[in-house]
């Protein structure tokens, strides 16, 4: 799959959960979601003892609270939705604050902010301790379609050639004294993303015609064979089975 790729979400480190095979924590972390997701809204607090079980899991891969919480910022345009839910939904009104908001958008509000704040933690969780070529790999372990994990593969690789791309054609606008600050200005960026766009195609002809001639017929050779032990496997299951519990715990109390 090529050399490793670092990103901005990952953390390097050695922790136990560092140290678990990438397809064992896309595993656990797809089944807590799915168990997350499963929790009935009214049990309020099934969703603080998940969050309990999050916070245990960065304590132990040692991921700095600051750094999880920066980047949950992702989650603000969910935020923005839930909290007008309860000017729009229709339904018994209450008061809040001062303000009438529907029962019903509140509820909605909550299941929204709850669930998709628990899933995005788990999320960045995930990335942060496992690098982009680690969870390339884990998908393909996990059986995903190759295409798709090439296609996967293909857009980190090569978003950062084009980004730079990107930049370079700024800086080339900027030495010759344009500025973008007005309508009459579209025009000149919007033949910056055709050039863009062209370079990019040739780019990936370039590459298609170099893989091919080294011998690639639709499929990347896997260099490293990841691997799991059952107690990988039991460790990485720890969380989604708890997790599990307390969805039960909530739909029977």
Known sequence: MGAGHAHKLYRHGHSPVHDLPPHCKIAAAFCFVVVVVSTPRESVWAFGL??????????????????????????????????LMPFVVPGEQTQLLGLSVSVPGLWGAWNVLAKGTLGVAASVLLASTTELRALLLGLQRLKLPPLLVQIASFMIRYGDVITDEMR????????????ARGVRQWGVLAKSAGALFIRSYERGERVHLAMVSRGYAGAMPVI???????????HAAVLPVLALA??????TL
């Open 168 to 179: 370079r054609m700024s800086i080339a606008r900027r030495s010759r004294g344009f500025e």
């Open 246 to 251: 307390v969805c039960l715990l909530g739909w």
């Open 50 to 83: 998940y969050a309990v079980l999050l916070g245990a899991v960065t304590a132990l891969a040692r991921i700095p609270a600051g750094f999880l919480l920066k980047r949950l910022l992702i989650e603000v345009p969910f935020v923005a939705f839930a909290l």
């Open 224 to 234: 490293d064979e990841v691997t799991a032990s059952r107690t990988q496997w039991v």
